[in-house]
Each structure stands twice: as C-alpha cells, then as structure tokens.
C-alpha cells in the first residue's frame, strides 16, 4: 500500500497568465487530495470518500459520465499513461480530499496530478526510458502533468484527449514546485522558476468560496477557452504582421524593445482582442513584479493596493469576475485584510484575503456571516478556510 499527497494550488496573482507565458505568484495549500493505492486482482478501480460510486477504468474507455464528473479526470489520466508508458498495472485506488470542490484552488488538477503520480509509481514508469529522456526536474514533470489535462504532447509523450479545457501548467507547478512556507514567482511556456518570498507565520490566507461553481468541466469551460483562445488570436495576428513564429504573447514582447507597441497595433483593430492584451499586460507585467517585491519588503499596504488593482483588472478588462467574487474581494478589505483578490479561473470560484494569523479564524467568520447576508441564496454552499503554503506532492 502507498500514500500519495498532492495539495490544492493558492494562485495569489495570475489570471489567465499562464498561457500565454506570463508570470503567476503561486502556494501550494496545507489542503489538498490524498490517493491510497493497493494492488488489484486485475483492472484499475477507483473510489472516493464522497461518492458510493466505483469506477473501473481501462485505457481508450467512453465512460458515460455527467460533464465535470471525477471520473473524467481519471480515465484522462489512464489514456495518457498507457499511450506513452505501456501496460498498465492493475490497482485499487481511495480517493480523498480536503479541498473544497469547483472552488478555485484547484481540486481537478491536483486529482490528476495525484492519480497519475500514484500510477506512475505503481508501474515503475520513472525507470523507463520515455521518462527518463523527457522527464528530468520537478519542472519537467509539472509541465507533463498539464498535458494530462489539455491533450498537448510533450517532448516525444505523445498527447491524447484531455479534459477539454484549453489551459497551462500553473496548477501543476504549484503542486510540484512550490514550497513550504514560502510564495513563489514562475514564468510560464516554458516554466521557468523566478523569486521566492517568505510567507511570515505572522501571515495567514483566509479563502472564501463564494458558492458559485467555477467547474472547468462544466457552464464556465467556453468563456475560460475562450479568454485562452483570444490571446491565441493575438499571437497570431503578431506573427503574421511580423513574419515571426511565436507562440506565446511573453516571447513576443521578449522580442524587440518596440514589442510592445507592436502588439498594441496588429490589435488595435479588435477591442476584445485589445482588451484581452491590456489585461495581460497589467497582471503580468505590471502586478505581478510590483507586488513580489512589496511583498519581500513586507509592505503590506503597496501589496494591497496591487491585488485591488488585480481584481479591478480582472473584472472590467479580462471579464471573468462575477458579483459575488466582486463583493467577497471588497468586504474582505472592508474588514481590514491586508490584501484580498480573486483567483483561478474565474466565472465563479474563490477569493483570498491575506489578514494575522492570530486573527484568522475570526476574520472568516465575519467574512462570511457579511457575505452571505447579502447573496442568501449562497448559504450552505459558501464556505471559509484558513491555509497558509504547506509544500508539494509527497508521499506520506
């Protein structure tokens, strides 16, 4: 029998950045998903703590399944392993999770994370030589577990169909790469590691879930393909005004020191796909470096003041806040956060606040009880918890 750990993501700054090879702030959560695996008398069967439900998954199946539902995940995850390592193994596999669902924090990407660890380590698969050439750093891996989940291939392990979402590799790379006790800086396509900031243990996150779903699987998909789509489109307007082949908006502007302006031209025609640039811009460019090194200097106030500007920009220029996450953002600082913003997807989901440790727990409580007096509708589905960085993936 083996344990495997793999922890929800915090995404602190970062909408929709990673993609387009822009920079995110990134914690791996103290919460997250913890897979039991045995041996089997044959096939691979799966259950949760959550669900009576047994699956029995075997490579290339059409599982009849509601969207969004587990299981999903897990056969995307058998599909790929199986195309790029062989046979597999016959498991038993417990599923079970501290991570409240659909909330922004990233409980899909860490069941596949987890499901394909469990069974990457079940087979024997880091021996092989497919893993070996491909696969040789925390990075590497994180950027493989990605493509779990967008079918993309990666180095000579062929892609398959994933999930359906159209994304990067933020997750992953906080649940493999990031450390206790501390915020990490990462650039993206390819993932490359920048600056950590200590997370004081005078600090703490409070994370409400607003109650409203943000599945990726789900309502939400084709406004979070579509916002990773439009930076596609700019990409390529860029490329065919310039004669370049880049494949992210970050190379682009890593190009030429007239980059910039450059971009704002061959969009300037399109107001969605000039929106869609801004809100690049200002996140990854602008919020992110500021914020890190407001951070390092503890000067909470400029923090701040960056992730109001991170959740204004997210809500009138990327467009992928709601009312609710908009009220959560501004009752948080109502009531004294330190900083609070939006995170994940969007069209739904989460906010963080950063508020003292000591008063943490209260803060929640005042937090929500606010919050749901306003959105009642939201009561019994609306939640807080209280985390700070926990460290990556492990066995336990």
């Known amino acids: 029998m083996t344990q495997m750990f ?3 993501r915090l995404e602190v700054l970062g909408k929709h950045t990673d993609y387009a090879g822009g920079r995110s702030l990134l914690a791996a959560v103290d919460r997250g998903i913890t897979i039991i695996l045995d041996d089997n008398g044959e096939g691979i069967s799966a259950t949760t703590s959550a669900s009576p439900d ?3 998954l075997h490579p290339g199946d059409r ?6 539902h587990w299981g999903g995940y897990l056969q995307a995850v058998v599909d790929r392993l ?3 390592f062989g046979e597999l193994r016959p498991a038993r596999l417990e599923i079970d999770s501290d991570l409240p669902l659909a909330s922004g924090m990233s409980s899909s990407s860490a069941l596949v994370v987890a499901m394909a660890l469990s069974l990457v380590d079940h087979n024997g698969f880091r021996e092989t030589p ?3 050439e ?4 925390a990075i590497d891996l994180a950027g493989y577990m990605a493509c779990f989940e967008n079918g993309m291939t990666f180095g000579t392990l062929e892609g398959v169909r994933g999930v359906g979402t159209f994304g990067g590799s933020e997750d992953h790379t906080a649940m493999l790469c990031c450390r206790p006790d501390q915020l990490t800086q990462f650039s993206f396509c ?3 590691e920048h600056e950590s900031v200590p997370f004081r243990p005078e600090w703490s996150f409070v994370v409400a879930v607003s109650g409203v779903l943000a599945e990726k699987t789900g309502t939400a998909l084709a406004s979070y393909n579509r916002a990773s789509q439009q930076t596609r489109d700019i990409i390529a307007a860029w490329n065919t005004a310039t004669g370049r082949a880049d494949t992210v908006i970050a190379d682009a502007l890593a190009s030429d020191e007239d980059a910039l302006e ?3 031209a061959v969009v300037s025609h399109s107001p969605d796909l000039t929106a869609r640039l801004r809100a690049f811009l200002t996140e990854s460019e602008e919020v992110i470096p500021a914020a890190t090194r407001a951070l390092a200097a503890g000067d909470l106030s400029e923090f701040g003041r960056l992730a109001d500007l991170s959740q204004r920009n997210a809500d009138e220029v990327l467009g992928n806040q709601i009312p609710e996450t908009n009220r959560l953002q501004a009752l948080a600082r109502e009531l004294g956060a330190d900083g609070s913003a939006g995170f994940g997807a969007g069209f739904g989901g989460s906010v963080w606040a950063l508020t003292r440790t000591a008063d943490a727990e209260a803060f929640a409580t005042d937090w929500l009880t606010r919050y749901v007096s306003e959105f009642p509708e939201v009561a019994g589905r609306a939640t807080t918890l209280v985390t700070r960085p926990g460290g990556p993936a492990r066995h336990l």
Do not use: E, F
Request: charged share 10%; glycine share 10%.
């Open 262 to 264: 450059g971009l704002r």
């Open 54 to 56: 047994v699956l029995v």
């Open 134 to 137: 491909n696969i040789t750093s």
């Open 130 to 132: 497919q893993w070996k």
């Open 63 to 68: 599982l009849d399944l509601p969207t969004g």
């Open 6 to 8: 793999v922890p929800g």
């Open 82 to 84: 199986a195309l790029n």
């Open 190 to 192: 390819p993932i490359v």
